[in-house]
């Protein structure tokens, strides 16, 4: 695959768990979002391609080793 053809976007940031829980539903609406367009698209396929969505912490919990 040529590189032009990857779209990569990376965020790290601080979050409080009430935010988190928040961002959850936010990527739940993206995806979401995005199966809708998918769907309603009327042009005929050409491409396949994958998308991820990742959060995991990098940060270890307090209290652990």
Do not use: C, W
Not at 33 to 48: K, T
Not at 52 to 59: E, K, M, R
Request: glycine residues 4%; charged residues 30%; proline residues 3%.
């Amino acid at each position: 695959t040529k590189q032009d053809e990857r779209n990569y976007l990376a965020l790290m940031f601080p979050v409080s768990k009430s935010l988190y829980s928040k961002i959850i539903q936010e990527t739940y609406k993206f995806h979401d979002h995005i199966i809708g367009l998918i769907e309603n698209d009327e042009a005929e396929a050409d491409e396949v391609h994958q998308m991820n969505i990742q959060l995991f912490p990098v940060t270890k919990k307090r209290g652990e080793k």
